[in-house]
């Protein structure tokens, strides 16, 4: 059985930082590529990054660029999203999503993600 789970979530102040953390079981994770998405109050879920399942590939939405990276730790079967400079709009549900083993990249859409977390709440306010 597959599952991610999601910490590292909290309040934190515009401008400051957080780490989400996605910590992966019953999947062979070296083979697999993850993602990190978002919901805000109110609207639907959406794309935040990507990673190939080397690490040696990463994807982000134009929003987060420049201020969060995604990365993973293959002997921890573990992805994180370091996300610095927060703005309140930032505010949201992460989740943590996996393809199955043998794709290469991750994407955009959700569609392409076979397992998905139960979300970590990051709220960015003053």
């Known amino acids: 059985q597959v599952q991610l789970v999601e910490s590292g979530g909290g309040l934190v102040q515009p401008g400051g930082s957080l780490r989400l953390s996605c910590a992966a079981s019953g999947l062979t994770f070296r083979s697999s590529a993850m993602g990190w998405f978002r919901q805000a109050p109110g609207k639907e879920r959406e794309f935040v990054a990507a990673?190939?399942?080397?690490?040696?590939?990463?994807y982000y939405t134009d929003s987060v660029k420049g201020r969060f990276t995604i990365f993973r730790d293959n002997a921890k079967n573990a992805v994180y999203l370091q996300m610095n400079s927060l703005k309140p709009e930032d505010t949201a549900v992460y989740y943590c999503a996996a393809r199955r083993p043998g794709y290469y990249s991750g994407t955009s859409y959700q569609r392409d993600y076979d397992y998905w977390g139960q979300g970590t709440q990051v709220t960015v306010s003053s």
């Open positions: 990673i190939s399942w080397t690490g040696g590939s990463t």
